[in-house]
């Protein structure tokens, strides 16, 4: 039967504003993929994200480039392949909803979860983080408040401002016994990271993302020689091939699928960083349960998750993930085990 792939875009809203260092925005347009074969759907997200140079814009010019690189869905290498002759660097977010849509057509073929599919642990998912994002202190001591009412245990919270300190403050005195996360969103100067390591560290914070620029891996490595709290890279892992180089600034990746290109090349990322000694967080943009599914199925590898995305949403268009406050179980429907709303 002839194959058919089709997309479109909605804007996706959070249910308040989300703000990183960055930036604060309450409206993402995602991007869903839709391949059809012999009855079977295989469906796919693109969520781009212009730090990494990708907008709606560039998602709606690139895919009709790109959509012809799928013909064979179980040609894995072949889709790849062609992907990379088309465009070898850019567009990674248009390449994951290509590649997440393949597999999940290839696993309801064959009537088995993604996870499966691929042969991989059935390990239980480590208790994902849910984000604190930046607002006032107020606001901020507001949402920790009622994550944890909700059952949360593990708070990861947005940092890059002048009140950092007051924030880590605020947020222990608010919730003493969580678990803390910080996310610096490539926001910090190295003095400024210096100085807030003895904050992080007397409040018992469990870890730090990107504390600085992106392409600041010396100063990386000179804060991961004094530093007690692991170091995440996150803004500075581009590519699989940047893994080898961040091995000696950090401590841990933060795996996402739509910058590094889809679930596969999330794979290799992930043991790459294991046989250099990494620590690895599967992590998450604001997606869809779609999005936040096929991330899923590869969390039971991990040491850490971040897949609280869709939780952020109000108008989330697919269902049947299902979550027990942090605590997200493994899909154990076919393909990435999410429906349409």
């Given at each position: 039967m002839t194959a058919r792939l089709t997309w479109e875009t909605l804007?996706?809203?959070t249910k308040q504003p989300f703000g990183i260092a960055r930036w604060t925005h309450s409206v993402y347009p995602r991007t869903f993929v839709s391949f059809e074969q012999s009855g079977l759907i295989?469906?796919?997200?693109?969520?781009?994200?212009?730090?990494?140079?990708?907008?709606?814009?560039?998602?709606?010019?690139?895919?009709?480039?790109?959509?012809?690189?799928?013909?064979?869905?179980w040609d894995w290498d072949g889709l790849q392949a062609a992907l990379r002759a088309t465009m070898p660097h850019d567009h990674p977010s248009v390449k994951c909803a290509l590649e997440m849509a393949a597999l999940d057509w290839c696993a309801q073929s064959a009537g088995l979860p993604v996870w499966k599919l691929l042969g991989l642990s059935p390990a239980p998912l480590p208790e994902s983080s849910y984000t604190v994002s930046l607002a006032d202190l107020p606001a901020m001591r507001q949402q920790a408040r009622e994550a944890v009412g909700r059952g949360y245990?593990?708070?990861?919270?947005?940092?890059?401002?002048g009140?950092?300190?007051?924030?880590?403050?605020a947020l222990r005195e608010e919730e003493p016994d969580v678990t803390l996360r910080v996310d610096a969103n490539a926001a910090w100067t190295r003095p400024q990271a210096k100085r807030m390591l003895g904050v992080l560290e007397a409040a018992k914070v469990e870890l730090v993302e990107q504390p600085l620029a992106a392409g600041d891996l010396e100063g990386h490595a000179e804060l991961r020689r004094v530093a007690r709290v692991p170091?995440?890279?996150?803004?500075s892992l581009h590519h699989v091939g940047d893994v080898?180089?961040?091995?000696?600034?950090?401590?841990?990746?933060?795996?996402?699928?739509?910058?590094?290109?889809?679930?596969?090349?999330?794979?290799?990322?992930?043991?790459?960083?294991?046989?250099?000694?990494?620590?690895?967080?599967?992590?998450?943009?604001?997606?869809?349960?779609?999005?936040?599914?096929?991330?899923?199925?590869?969390?039971?590898?991990?040491?850490?998750?971040?897949?609280?995305g869709a939780?952020?949403?109000?108008?989330?268009?697919?269902?049947?993930?299902?979550?027990?406050?942090?605590?997200?179980?493994?899909?154990?429907e076919q393909g990435w085990g999410v429906q349409r709303v």
């Amino acid at each position: 039967m002839t194959a058919r792939l089709t997309w479109e875009t909605l804007e996706l809203h959070t249910k308040q504003p989300f703000g990183i260092a960055r930036w604060t925005h309450s409206v993402y347009p995602r991007t869903f993929v839709s391949f059809e074969q012999s009855g079977l759907i295989g469906r796919g997200e693109a969520a781009p994200n212009a730090f990494y140079g990708e907008t709606r814009g560039t998602v709606e010019a690139v895919l009709p480039l790109l959509a012809g690189a799928l013909q064979d869905p179980w040609d894995w290498d072949g889709l790849q392949a062609a992907l990379r002759a088309t465009m070898p660097h850019d567009h990674p977010s248009v390449k994951c909803a290509l590649e997440m849509a393949a597999l999940d057509w290839c696993a309801q073929s064959a009537g088995l979860p993604v996870w499966k599919l691929l042969g991989l642990s059935p390990a239980p998912l480590p208790e994902s983080s849910y984000t604190v994002s930046l607002a006032d202190l107020p606001a901020m001591r507001q949402q920790a408040r009622e994550a944890v009412g909700r059952g949360y245990t593990v708070l990861k919270v947005k940092l890059g401002t002048g009140q950092d300190e007051a924030i880590i403050a605020a947020l222990r005195e608010e919730e003493p016994d969580v678990t803390l996360r910080v996310d610096a969103n490539a926001a910090w100067t190295r003095p400024q990271a210096k100085r807030m390591l003895g904050v992080l560290e007397a409040a018992k914070v469990e870890l730090v993302e990107q504390p600085l620029a992106a392409g600041d891996l010396e100063g990386h490595a000179e804060l991961r020689r004094v530093a007690r709290v692991p170091l995440v890279a996150d803004e500075s892992l581009h590519h699989v091939g940047d893994v080898l180089a961040l091995a000696k600034a950090f401590d841990g990746v933060n795996l996402k699928l739509a910058k590094l290109g889809g679930p596969l090349r999330a794979l290799e990322a992930l043991r790459l960083a294991r046989a250099h000694g990494m620590s690895v967080m599967m992590g998450c943009m604001i997606e869809s349960s779609l999005g936040i599914a096929a991330a899923a199925h590869l969390a039971g590898l991990c040491d850490w998750a971040d897949l609280d995305g869709a939780l952020l949403l109000a108008d989330d268009p697919f269902t049947g993930l299902h979550w027990q406050a942090g605590t997200l179980a493994r899909p154990t429907e076919q393909g990435w085990g999410v429906q349409r709303v």
